[in-house]
């Protein structure tokens, strides 16, 4: 993915999925970006078709809809983009990936990746829809540890107050987790000095630790989109390729960006399966794709100079020049990552080719591979009759 300098950077270059964490208009006011809703399944596969320079992921949805998957962060990731994570589903997808390179922000993340914190529950929370700009209408039971430890440090409450607090907020489903509900689940454990002294401190606001973590998130990430920096490259890191089921659901959960907007890439597929050249096409594909995966299953793997030889040799064979080859990928609904992947499929066809007769008992050489081919398409009896055909004498002068 072509890098543009910082000074020329636009809202696209950083994208925010938010939610109830945080209000956008106080993330727009805080960072250049552009605010999406809260993520669910695919979203930011579909994301990397605005050619971002890093997602902030902060809220997304469970339960009733399918949550982010780890491979969309990965591919994000392999396409050069650096993915934040903090506050709420960012915090929990941070902590799992890490290690693969997502950058986690925040105490949430952090009480999560020291195992502190196990639970997903732990920043659920109930709230309204997008018409309502997800405004919360419940309290996450990250928030409520967090209240309780700050009233404790302040003597507000005792140890034991404040571990009631939070088992009183625990044991309520995180629907009906309320402010209101939590303290009158406290029950006895409170007596009433200890509410009245609640009451006070209270009054000048509760703590909101997703909110803290959430500006905490955005900001890390409007800095590295500020700095210019580049993602460290993960060329070099050694990952099986996707499973068919991933590659399944990237073809056609992608977008496709044209000169006139963006396009579906199951509507693409879709009239592609009804074209003409559909079964040429898929059985090419087939083909690349079935060597390519016999290689992997030998063990064989092409260098770094067969793939970029593939992959130079690609680009002559469409005709596409450097300055074009951004716009070229985002139309496939490609990025650099995956269209490397795609010229390894070619170079590891072009090593079982080159290697054909000792990769089979008695296995064909080049000229029988040739003379087959030449006779099935007809070209082995036009060469034969060339030959054959009477040869015209020279004229004397």
């Not at 200890?194 to 890390?220: F, N, V, Y």
Request: with cysteine.
């Amino acid at each position: 993915m072509k890098r543009r300098p910082a000074s020329s950077s636009r809202p696209d270059d950083l994208l925010v999925f938010l939610g109830p964490s945080l209000p956008e208009a106080e993330a727009l006011a805080l960072v250049p970006c552009r605010v999406l809703p809260p993520a669910r399944q695919g979203d930011l596969w579909r994301a990397l078709s605005l050619r971002p320079r890093a997602i902030a992921l902060v809220d997304g949805v469970f339960e009733a809809q399918p949550s982010v998957w780890h491979h969309e962060v990965l591919a994000a990731l392999d396409a050069g983009v650096a993915v934040f994570g903090g506050a709420s589903m960012g915090a929990l997808r941070a902590a799992e990936l890490a290690p693969h390179g997502m950058v986690g922000v925040g105490a949430i993340f952090e009480a999560y990746q020291r195992g502190e914190l196990v639970d997903d529950a732990e920043v659920a929370l109930l709230h309204a829809d997008a018409e309502h700009e997800f405004r919360a209408l419940s309290v996450p039971l990250v928030n409520v540890r967090h209240v309780a430890r700050l009233a404790q440090d302040a003597e507000v409450l005792s140890a034991a107050e404040s571990r009631a607090l939070v088992d009183a907020a625990a044991a309520l489903f995180y629907q009906d987790r309320t402010w209101p509900r939590v303290l009158q689940a406290v029950g006895e454990a409170w007596p009433a000095p200890t509410r009245d002294r609640w009451r006070t401190w209270a009054a000048r606001g509760l703590a909101d630790l997703k909110r803290e973590d959430a500006r905490a998130c955005l900001q890390a990430a409007a800095a590295f989109v500020a700095s210019g920096a580049l993602l460290p490259s993960r060329e070099g890191v050694s990952q099986p390729p996707p499973s068919s089921y991933v590659r399944r659901r990237r073809l056609v959960e992608g977008l496709c960006e044209t000169e006139a907007g963006l396009v579906s890439s199951e509507d693409v597929l879709e009239e592609l399966r009804a074209g003409p050249e559909a079964r040429a096409l898929a059985r090419e594909g087939l083909r690349r794709a079935l060597l390519a995966g016999w290689a992997r299953s030998l063990g064989l793997s092409p260098t770094p100079e067969e793939v970029a030889r593939a992959e130079s040799e690609q680009w002559a064979r469409l005709g596409v020049v450097l300055p074009e080859r951004a716009a070229w990928l985002a139309a496939c609904g490609l990025d650099a990552h995956e269209f490397r992947r795609l010229c390894e499929e070619r170079a590891l066809e072009g090593l079982m080719l080159e290697h054909a007769a000792r990769l089979l008992p008695d296995g064909p050489s080049w000229d029988e591979a040739l003379a087959s081919e030449a006779r099935l398409e007809g070209r082995w009896a036009e060469v034969a009759a060339r030959l054959t055909a009477p040869r015209r004498r020279p004229r004397k002068r």
